[in-house]
Protein backbone atom coordinates (compact mmCIF):
# COMPACT_ATOMS: atom_id res chain seq x y z
CA UNK A 1 0.00 0.00 0.00
CA UNK A 2 1.37 3.17 -1.26
CA UNK A 3 0.31 6.77 -0.10
CA UNK A 4 0.91 8.48 -3.32
CA UNK A 5 -1.91 10.26 -5.15
CA UNK A 6 -2.93 10.56 -8.22
CA UNK A 7 -4.58 13.49 -9.38
CA UNK A 8 -6.84 12.77 -12.20
CA UNK A 9 -9.51 14.55 -14.44
CA UNK A 10 -12.21 12.84 -16.60
CA UNK A 11 -12.85 14.29 -20.25
CA UNK A 12 -16.55 13.47 -20.60
CA UNK A 13 -19.40 12.74 -18.30
CA UNK A 14 -21.31 10.84 -19.78
CA UNK A 15 -19.65 7.39 -20.34
CA UNK A 16 -17.23 9.18 -18.54
CA UNK A 17 -19.52 8.86 -15.39
CA UNK A 18 -18.22 4.99 -14.79
CA UNK A 19 -14.18 6.82 -15.31
CA UNK A 20 -15.51 9.15 -12.55
CA UNK A 21 -17.20 6.15 -9.91
CA UNK A 22 -14.07 4.46 -10.95
CA UNK A 23 -11.40 7.13 -9.72
CA UNK A 24 -13.68 8.37 -6.35
CA UNK A 25 -13.71 4.79 -5.68
CA UNK A 26 -9.92 4.51 -5.89
CA UNK A 27 -7.86 4.61 -2.88
CA UNK A 28 -4.64 5.85 -4.61
CA UNK A 29 -6.67 8.51 -6.76
CA UNK A 30 -8.39 12.20 -6.32
CA UNK A 31 -10.93 12.98 -8.45
CA UNK A 32 -8.97 16.59 -9.43
CA UNK A 33 -11.69 17.89 -12.14
CA UNK A 34 -14.01 17.42 -14.64
CA UNK A 35 -14.47 18.36 -18.43
CA UNK A 36 -17.37 18.78 -20.57
CA UNK A 37 -18.44 20.44 -23.21
CA UNK A 38 -21.98 20.69 -21.76
CA UNK A 39 -21.66 23.14 -18.92
CA UNK A 40 -25.42 21.66 -17.18
CA UNK A 41 -24.45 18.10 -17.34
CA UNK A 42 -20.94 18.99 -15.70
CA UNK A 43 -22.81 20.76 -13.21
CA UNK A 44 -24.51 17.86 -12.53
CA UNK A 45 -21.81 15.74 -12.35
CA UNK A 46 -19.88 18.65 -10.11
CA UNK A 47 -22.60 18.41 -7.76
CA UNK A 48 -23.12 14.83 -7.75
CA UNK A 49 -19.37 13.78 -7.15
CA UNK A 50 -18.33 17.02 -5.26
CA UNK A 51 -15.69 17.74 -7.81
CA UNK A 52 -13.73 21.10 -7.18
CA UNK A 53 -12.96 21.98 -10.66
CA UNK A 54 -14.55 21.92 -14.08
CA UNK A 55 -13.82 22.91 -17.50
CA UNK A 56 -15.55 23.04 -20.54
CA UNK A 57 -11.71 23.93 -22.51
CA UNK A 58 -10.03 20.67 -22.98
CA UNK A 59 -7.05 22.35 -23.87
CA UNK A 60 -7.31 24.80 -20.37
CA UNK A 61 -7.72 21.81 -18.29
CA UNK A 62 -4.57 20.12 -19.82
CA UNK A 63 -2.44 23.08 -18.61
CA UNK A 64 -3.44 22.31 -15.29
CA UNK A 65 0.04 21.17 -13.92
CA UNK A 66 -1.34 19.45 -11.06
CA UNK A 67 -3.39 16.83 -13.57
CA UNK A 68 -1.03 13.50 -13.77
CA UNK A 69 -3.96 11.76 -15.53
CA UNK A 70 -7.00 11.73 -17.57
CA UNK A 71 -9.33 9.44 -18.89
CA UNK A 72 -10.88 10.05 -22.26
CA UNK A 73 -13.97 8.90 -22.35
CA UNK A 74 -15.62 11.06 -25.42
CA UNK A 75 -17.33 10.29 -28.74
CA UNK A 76 -14.91 8.03 -30.48
CA UNK A 77 -13.99 10.15 -33.01
CA UNK A 78 -12.48 12.66 -30.61
CA UNK A 79 -10.50 9.75 -28.70
CA UNK A 80 -7.19 10.42 -30.87
CA UNK A 81 -6.81 14.05 -31.10
CA UNK A 82 -7.81 14.11 -26.98
CA UNK A 83 -5.65 11.64 -26.24
CA UNK A 84 -2.74 12.87 -28.32
CA UNK A 85 -2.79 16.69 -26.89
CA UNK A 86 -3.03 15.17 -23.12
CA UNK A 87 -0.27 12.86 -24.08
CA UNK A 88 1.47 16.07 -25.27
CA UNK A 89 0.93 17.43 -22.43
CA UNK A 90 2.22 15.08 -20.14
CA UNK A 91 -0.97 13.42 -18.87
CA UNK A 92 -1.18 9.68 -18.63
CA UNK A 93 -4.13 8.62 -21.00
CA UNK A 94 -7.01 5.73 -20.03
CA UNK A 95 -8.66 5.66 -22.94
CA UNK A 96 -11.98 4.71 -23.51
CA UNK A 97 -12.54 1.53 -26.53
CA UNK A 98 -11.97 1.70 -28.74
CA UNK A 99 -8.81 3.31 -29.30
CA UNK A 100 -9.42 5.06 -32.32
CA UNK A 101 -11.99 5.02 -35.23
CA UNK A 102 -9.24 3.25 -37.13
CA UNK A 103 -5.74 1.50 -37.10
CA UNK A 104 -3.58 4.52 -38.63
CA UNK A 105 -5.43 6.92 -36.22
CA UNK A 106 -4.71 4.24 -33.19
CA UNK A 107 -0.78 4.65 -34.53
CA UNK A 108 -0.86 8.03 -33.70
CA UNK A 109 -1.65 7.49 -29.85
CA UNK A 110 0.90 4.76 -29.82
CA UNK A 111 3.63 6.99 -31.11
CA UNK A 112 2.76 9.60 -28.59
CA UNK A 113 2.61 7.37 -25.87
CA UNK A 114 6.15 6.36 -26.57
CA UNK A 115 7.44 9.71 -27.06
CA UNK A 116 5.95 11.02 -24.25
CA UNK A 117 6.79 8.50 -21.98
CA UNK A 118 3.79 8.53 -20.43
CA UNK A 119 1.13 5.70 -19.46
CA UNK A 120 -1.69 4.69 -22.23
CA UNK A 121 -3.97 2.36 -21.57
CA UNK A 122 -7.50 1.09 -23.30
CA UNK A 123 -10.08 0.63 -21.17
CA UNK A 124 -10.96 -2.97 -21.96
CA UNK A 125 -13.50 -3.42 -18.33
CA UNK A 126 -14.75 -6.76 -18.93
CA UNK A 127 -11.19 -8.72 -18.81
CA UNK A 128 -11.44 -7.02 -14.92
CA UNK A 129 -14.70 -9.32 -14.10
CA UNK A 130 -13.80 -12.25 -11.56
CA UNK A 131 -15.27 -14.82 -14.13
CA UNK A 132 -12.83 -13.73 -17.05
CA UNK A 133 -10.00 -13.35 -14.70
CA UNK A 134 -10.57 -17.07 -13.48
CA UNK A 135 -10.61 -18.08 -17.30
CA UNK A 136 -7.15 -16.14 -17.43
CA UNK A 137 -5.55 -18.26 -15.05
CA UNK A 138 -7.15 -21.60 -16.08
CA UNK A 139 -5.24 -20.99 -19.47
CA UNK A 140 -1.95 -19.80 -18.21
CA UNK A 141 -1.74 -22.69 -16.16
CA UNK A 142 -2.13 -25.29 -19.25
CA UNK A 143 -5.51 -26.79 -17.84
CA UNK A 144 -6.91 -25.99 -21.62
CA UNK A 145 -4.05 -27.34 -23.41
CA UNK A 146 -3.45 -25.65 -26.99
CA UNK A 147 -6.62 -23.80 -27.29
CA UNK A 148 -6.96 -24.50 -31.31
CA UNK A 149 -10.71 -22.65 -31.94
CA UNK A 150 -13.04 -20.09 -30.20
CA UNK A 151 -16.43 -18.32 -31.14
CA UNK A 152 -17.48 -15.64 -29.49
CA UNK A 153 -20.46 -12.90 -30.03
CA UNK A 154 -22.50 -10.28 -28.07
CA UNK A 155 -25.62 -10.25 -29.48
CA UNK A 156 -28.95 -7.55 -28.85
CA UNK A 157 -32.39 -8.18 -29.68
CA UNK A 158 -33.24 -4.27 -29.78
CA UNK A 159 -29.62 -2.62 -28.74
CA UNK A 160 -29.63 0.78 -31.75
CA UNK A 161 -27.61 3.18 -28.87
CA UNK A 162 -28.96 6.61 -29.54
CA UNK A 163 -30.18 6.57 -33.24
CA UNK A 164 -29.40 9.33 -35.58
CA UNK A 165 -26.76 9.98 -32.64
CA UNK A 166 -22.96 9.98 -33.10
CA UNK A 167 -23.22 5.98 -32.69
CA UNK A 168 -25.01 5.36 -35.64
CA UNK A 169 -22.85 7.56 -38.06
CA UNK A 170 -19.40 6.20 -39.18
CA UNK A 171 -17.83 9.33 -39.49
CA UNK A 172 -17.37 9.58 -35.96
CA UNK A 173 -18.01 6.21 -34.49
CA UNK A 174 -16.17 4.09 -36.91
CA UNK A 175 -18.77 1.55 -37.27
CA UNK A 176 -21.75 -0.38 -35.94
CA UNK A 177 -21.76 -3.09 -33.54
CA UNK A 178 -18.64 -4.42 -34.78
CA UNK A 179 -16.24 -1.17 -33.41
CA UNK A 180 -18.81 -0.92 -30.09
CA UNK A 181 -19.82 -4.32 -28.89
CA UNK A 182 -17.24 -6.37 -30.85
CA UNK A 183 -14.07 -4.74 -29.48
CA UNK A 184 -15.16 -5.93 -26.07
CA UNK A 185 -15.47 -9.53 -27.39
CA UNK A 186 -12.34 -9.26 -29.77
CA UNK A 187 -10.13 -7.97 -26.86
CA UNK A 188 -11.18 -10.80 -24.64
CA UNK A 189 -10.89 -13.33 -27.06
CA UNK A 190 -7.47 -12.51 -27.85
CA UNK A 191 -6.32 -11.93 -24.35
CA UNK A 192 -7.24 -15.18 -23.00
CA UNK A 193 -5.20 -16.73 -26.50
CA UNK A 194 -2.33 -14.07 -25.27
CA UNK A 195 -2.84 -11.96 -28.49
CA UNK A 196 -1.75 -14.38 -31.11
CA UNK A 197 -0.94 -12.58 -34.46
CA UNK A 198 -3.44 -12.28 -37.24
CA UNK A 199 -2.93 -14.43 -40.31
CA UNK A 200 -6.02 -13.42 -42.17
CA UNK A 201 -9.61 -12.24 -41.81
CA UNK A 202 -13.07 -13.06 -43.56
CA UNK A 203 -15.73 -10.59 -42.51
CA UNK A 204 -19.54 -9.66 -43.79
CA UNK A 205 -21.85 -6.82 -42.50
CA UNK A 206 -25.42 -6.34 -42.64
CA UNK A 207 -27.60 -3.24 -42.13
CA UNK A 208 -31.17 -4.35 -42.24
CA UNK A 209 -32.70 -2.38 -39.27
CA UNK A 210 -31.20 0.64 -38.14
CA UNK A 211 -31.73 2.09 -41.77
CA UNK A 212 -35.51 1.58 -41.88
CA UNK A 213 -36.33 4.09 -39.07
CA UNK A 214 -35.76 5.16 -35.32
CA UNK A 215 -38.31 2.84 -34.37
CA UNK A 216 -37.39 -0.25 -35.54
CA UNK A 217 -35.15 -1.66 -32.99
CA UNK A 218 -34.14 1.80 -32.60
CA UNK A 219 -32.95 1.16 -28.47
CA UNK A 220 -32.02 4.55 -27.21
CA UNK A 221 -33.33 7.02 -29.58
CA UNK A 222 -31.86 10.56 -30.17
CA UNK A 223 -34.49 12.12 -32.41
CA UNK A 224 -33.75 15.49 -31.36
CA UNK A 225 -29.77 14.71 -31.70
CA UNK A 226 -30.56 13.14 -35.38
CA UNK A 227 -32.99 15.99 -36.57
CA UNK A 228 -29.80 18.45 -35.31
CA UNK A 229 -27.36 16.71 -38.23
CA UNK A 230 -27.35 16.66 -41.53
CA UNK A 231 -26.43 13.75 -43.79
CA UNK A 232 -28.13 10.20 -43.33
CA UNK A 233 -28.59 9.38 -39.21
CA UNK A 234 -27.46 5.67 -39.56
CA UNK A 235 -24.63 4.60 -42.51
CA UNK A 236 -23.06 1.74 -40.21
CA UNK A 237 -23.96 -2.20 -39.65
CA UNK A 238 -26.33 -3.40 -37.30
CA UNK A 239 -24.89 -6.97 -37.75
CA UNK A 240 -21.23 -8.17 -38.25
CA UNK A 241 -19.51 -11.54 -38.60
CA UNK A 242 -16.15 -12.81 -38.98
CA UNK A 243 -13.49 -15.97 -39.00
CA UNK A 244 -10.12 -14.72 -38.08
CA UNK A 245 -7.27 -16.94 -38.89
CA UNK A 246 -4.20 -17.21 -36.65
CA UNK A 247 -0.34 -17.72 -37.63
CA UNK A 248 -0.24 -20.24 -34.91
CA UNK A 249 -2.70 -22.05 -36.48
CA UNK A 250 -5.58 -21.38 -34.68
CA UNK A 251 -8.67 -19.63 -35.42
CA UNK A 252 -11.82 -17.00 -33.75
CA UNK A 253 -15.48 -17.10 -34.87
CA UNK A 254 -16.95 -13.99 -34.40
CA UNK A 255 -20.37 -12.24 -34.56
CA UNK A 256 -21.78 -9.00 -32.79
CA UNK A 257 -25.35 -7.28 -33.20
CA UNK A 258 -27.19 -4.39 -32.42
CA UNK A 259 -30.65 -5.79 -33.57
CA UNK A 260 -31.66 -9.15 -34.71
CA UNK A 261 -34.93 -11.20 -34.42
CA UNK A 262 -33.68 -13.05 -31.56
CA UNK A 263 -35.09 -13.93 -27.76
CA UNK A 264 -37.15 -10.74 -26.29
CA UNK A 265 -34.89 -8.79 -24.65
CA UNK A 266 -32.17 -10.38 -25.49
CA UNK A 267 -27.92 -8.92 -24.64
CA UNK A 268 -25.39 -10.98 -24.27
CA UNK A 269 -21.67 -11.97 -24.86
CA UNK A 270 -20.25 -14.98 -24.76
CA UNK A 271 -16.81 -16.77 -25.64
CA UNK A 272 -16.67 -20.40 -25.81
CA UNK A 273 -13.09 -21.67 -25.80
CA UNK A 274 -12.12 -25.27 -27.21
CA UNK A 275 -8.73 -26.58 -25.98
CA UNK A 276 -6.40 -30.17 -26.37
CA UNK A 277 -7.08 -30.95 -22.60
CA UNK A 278 -10.02 -29.17 -22.25
CA UNK A 279 -12.72 -25.95 -23.20
CA UNK A 280 -14.52 -23.36 -21.31
CA UNK A 281 -17.92 -21.33 -21.82
CA UNK A 282 -18.20 -17.64 -20.36
CA UNK A 283 -21.61 -16.69 -21.07
CA UNK A 284 -23.42 -12.85 -19.46
CA UNK A 285 -26.55 -12.55 -20.22
CA UNK A 286 -27.89 -9.11 -19.65
CA UNK A 287 -24.79 -8.17 -17.60
CA UNK A 288 -25.72 -11.04 -14.74
CA UNK A 289 -22.58 -12.11 -12.80
CA UNK A 290 -23.94 -15.50 -11.21
CA UNK A 291 -22.59 -18.81 -13.15
CA UNK A 292 -21.50 -17.42 -15.97
CA UNK A 293 -18.41 -19.49 -16.21
CA UNK A 294 -17.81 -23.33 -16.82
CA UNK A 295 -14.27 -25.24 -17.71
CA UNK A 296 -14.88 -28.41 -19.50
CA UNK A 297 -12.42 -31.45 -19.35
CA UNK A 298 -12.24 -34.89 -18.92
CA UNK A 299 -12.01 -37.03 -15.32
CA UNK A 300 -11.42 -41.09 -15.85
CA UNK A 301 -12.62 -41.08 -19.20
CA UNK A 302 -16.10 -39.09 -18.60
CA UNK A 303 -16.96 -34.93 -19.40
CA UNK A 304 -16.69 -32.94 -16.16
CA UNK A 305 -17.70 -30.03 -15.67
CA UNK A 306 -16.33 -27.02 -13.17
CA UNK A 307 -17.85 -24.02 -11.88
CA UNK A 308 -15.37 -22.06 -9.71
CA UNK A 309 -17.04 -19.81 -6.58
CA UNK A 310 -16.13 -16.33 -7.45
CA UNK A 311 -15.02 -13.70 -5.35
CA UNK A 312 -18.12 -10.61 -4.68
CA UNK A 313 -21.10 -13.34 -5.65
CA UNK A 314 -23.78 -11.14 -7.71
CA UNK A 315 -22.26 -7.44 -6.58
CA UNK A 316 -18.77 -8.14 -8.58
CA UNK A 317 -17.29 -4.63 -8.27
CA UNK A 318 -17.58 -2.57 -11.79
CA UNK A 319 -15.39 -3.10 -14.07
CA UNK A 320 -14.29 0.46 -14.90
CA UNK A 321 -13.98 0.87 -11.07
CA UNK A 322 -11.44 -2.13 -11.39
CA UNK A 323 -9.56 -0.88 -14.86
CA UNK A 324 -9.08 2.66 -13.53
CA UNK A 325 -7.68 1.27 -10.14
CA UNK A 326 -5.36 -1.02 -12.43
CA UNK A 327 -4.72 2.51 -14.34
CA UNK A 328 -3.64 4.32 -11.24
CA UNK A 329 -1.08 1.77 -9.83
CA UNK A 330 0.60 1.08 -13.38
CA UNK A 331 1.49 5.15 -12.69
CA UNK A 332 2.36 4.89 -9.36
CA UNK A 333 4.47 1.26 -9.38
CA UNK A 334 5.76 2.03 -13.51
CA UNK A 335 4.70 -0.67 -14.42
CA UNK A 336 3.06 -1.49 -18.18
CA UNK A 337 -0.94 -1.85 -17.65
CA UNK A 338 -2.37 -4.19 -19.04
CA UNK A 339 -4.58 -3.12 -21.44
CA UNK A 340 -1.58 -1.59 -23.49
CA UNK A 341 -1.90 1.18 -26.46
CA UNK A 342 -0.36 -1.67 -28.65
CA UNK A 343 -2.74 -3.74 -28.08
CA UNK A 344 -5.72 -1.37 -28.84
CA UNK A 345 -3.69 -0.78 -31.93
CA UNK A 346 -3.72 -4.59 -33.21
CA UNK A 347 -7.72 -4.39 -32.37
CA UNK A 348 -8.15 -1.54 -34.76
CA UNK A 349 -5.90 -2.97 -37.31
CA UNK A 350 -7.97 -6.11 -37.05
CA UNK A 351 -11.26 -4.32 -37.08
CA UNK A 352 -10.08 -2.22 -39.99
CA UNK A 353 -9.63 -5.78 -41.66
CA UNK A 354 -12.82 -7.18 -40.83
CA UNK A 355 -14.57 -4.61 -42.43
CA UNK A 356 -12.28 -3.95 -45.38
CA UNK A 357 -12.95 -7.96 -45.82
CA UNK A 358 -16.70 -7.29 -45.81
CA UNK A 359 -16.42 -4.34 -48.69
CA UNK A 360 -14.14 -7.12 -50.83
CA UNK A 361 -16.24 -9.62 -50.54
CA UNK A 362 -13.21 -11.71 -49.81
CA UNK A 363 -10.37 -12.42 -47.68
CA UNK A 364 -8.06 -9.92 -46.37
CA UNK A 365 -4.62 -10.86 -45.28
CA UNK A 366 -2.61 -8.48 -42.63
Given at each position: ?????????????????????????????????????????????????????????????????????????????????????????????????????????????????????????????????????????????????????????????????????????????????????????????????????????????????????????????????????????????????????????????????????????RDDYFVTLYGSEGGADLYVANYTNVDTVVFHSEQGGAASDTRP????????????????????????????????????LALMRLIDAIYESARLGAEVRL
Amino acid sequence: MTDRIINAAVIGVGVGTAHIEGYVACPNAKLAALCDADPRRLALAQEKYGVERTYTDIAELLRQEDIQAVSVALPNDLHAPISIQALEAGKHVLCEKPLAISGDSAQQIVDAAAKSGRKLMVCFNYRYRPDARWLKQLIGDGKMGNAYFAKAGWIRNSGIPGWGGWFTRKNRSGGGPLIDLGVHILDMSLWLLDYPKVKSVTGITFAEFGPRSQKHFGGRIQSQQASQVQGTPFDVEDLAAALIRFENGSALQIEVSWASHTKAGRDDYFVTLYGSEGGADLYVANYTNVDTVVFHSEQGGAASDTRPTLPGGPRVPSGHALAVDHFVNSIINDTEPDATGEQGLALMRLIDAIYESARLGAEVRL
